[in-house]
Antibody, heavy 118, light 109 residues
Framework: QMLLVQSGGGVVQAGRSLRLSCAAS????????FHWVRQAPGKGLEWVAD????????HYADSVRGRFDVSRDDSKSTLYLQINSLRAEDTAVYYC???????????WGPGTTVTVPS | QSALTQPPSASGSPGQSVAISCTGT?????????VSWYQQHPGKAPKLIIY???KRPSGVPDRFSGSKSGSTASLTVSRLQAEDEADYYC?????????FGTGTKLTVL
C-alpha cells in the first residue's frame, strides 16, 4: 500500500523558515517524481513545485520561485520542501503527491498545515 | 501561470449526468494530452480520478469520464450518486510546470 506521511507544519512568524517532510512507504521511491501542492483556507489547489525521479530537474511556481526549495533523499524515501522568508500568503495546507507519469498526481499525503500570522 | 477556468458550481439529481468544463490556453490544455481531474471531499486530500485526458486509475468507477477539445477539457459524471458531491479540480501539464483549475463544487440535489 502506497503511503505518504507528512510532517513539519506549524505556526511560524513571517520572515522565518520551515522545512516540510513527506515520508514514503509501500512503493519504490526512486521510481517516482513528486509534487508539492498547497491550498489556502477556503481556496482552491495551487501547484507549488515538482522534482523529477533523478532529483536533478525541479520546477517552481512563479509565486514561490527563489524562496522555496524542493529536494529528495532517496536513502530515506523522503521528500522535502524548504520554505524561506515565510509570508502571510504562504498560509495553507501543503500536500505532497507522487507522479509516475506526467503531471498526474496519483497518491496524495494527508497534508500539513502552515500558518504565518499576519 | 494563470489558473485554468472552471465554473464555480454544478449540480444534478441522483441518476442524472453532469459535465464540468475546464478551459485553458495554447500553453497548457491545447498543447498537451496531460489533463487530470481530482475529486476532493471537505477536509480530505484530493483524489485522482482521471489522467491523460480520459484514463481512469484502478478503482475509479466508470461513471467518471474525461474528454478534451482544443483548449477545453471536460469531466462527465454519469448516474450521479450522493457521494459524488465534492469539489472537482482539473489540472494540465504546461511545459515546465503544472497548473490547476479554479475548482467546481458539485452538488447532488
Amino acid at each position: 500500500q502506497m503511503l505518504l506521511v507528512q510532517s513539519g507544519g506549524g505556526v511560524v512568524q513571517a520572515g522565518r523558515s520551515l522545512r516540510l517532510s513527506c515520508a514514503a512507504s509501500g512503493f519504490r521511491f526512486t521510481g517516482y517524481g513528486f509534487h508539492w501542492v498547497r491550498q489556502a483556507p477556503g481556496k482552491g489547489l495551487e501547484w507549488v513545485a515538482d522534482i523529477h525521479q533523478d532529483g536533478n530537474i525541479r520546477h517552481y511556481a512563479d509565486s514561490v520561485r527563489g524562496r522555496f526549495d524542493v529536494s529528495r533523499d532517496d536513502s530515506k524515501s523522503t521528500l522535502y520542501l524548504q520554505i524561506n522568508s515565510l509570508r502571510a500568503e504562504d498560509t495553507a495546507v501543503y500536500y505532497c503527491a507522487t507522479d509516475r507519469r506526467v503531471a498526474s498526481l496519483d497518491v496524495w499525503g494527508p497534508g500539513t498545515t502552515v500558518t504565518v500570522p499576519s | 501561470q494563470s489558473a485554468l477556468t472552471q465554473p464555480p458550481s454544478a449540480s444534478g439529481s441522483p441518476g442524472q449526468s453532469v459535465a464540468i468544463s475546464c478551459t485553458g490556453t495554447n500553453n497548457d490544455v491545447a498543447s498537451y494530452d496531460y489533463v487530470s481531474w481530482y475529486q476532493q471531499h471537505p477536509g480530505k486530500a484530493p483524489k485522482l480520478i482521471i489522467y491523460e485526458v480520459n484514463k481512469r486509475p484502478s478503482g475509479v468507477p466508470d461513471r467518471f469520464s474525461g474528454s478534451k477539445s482544443g483548449s477545453t477539457a471536460s469531466l462527465t459524471v454519469s448516474r450521479l450518486q450522493a457521494e459524488d458531491e465534492a469539489d472537482y479540480y482539473c489540472s494540465s501539464y504546461a511545459g515546465e510546470n503544472t497548473v490547476f483549475g479554479t475548482g467546481t463544487k458539485l452538488t447532488v440535489l
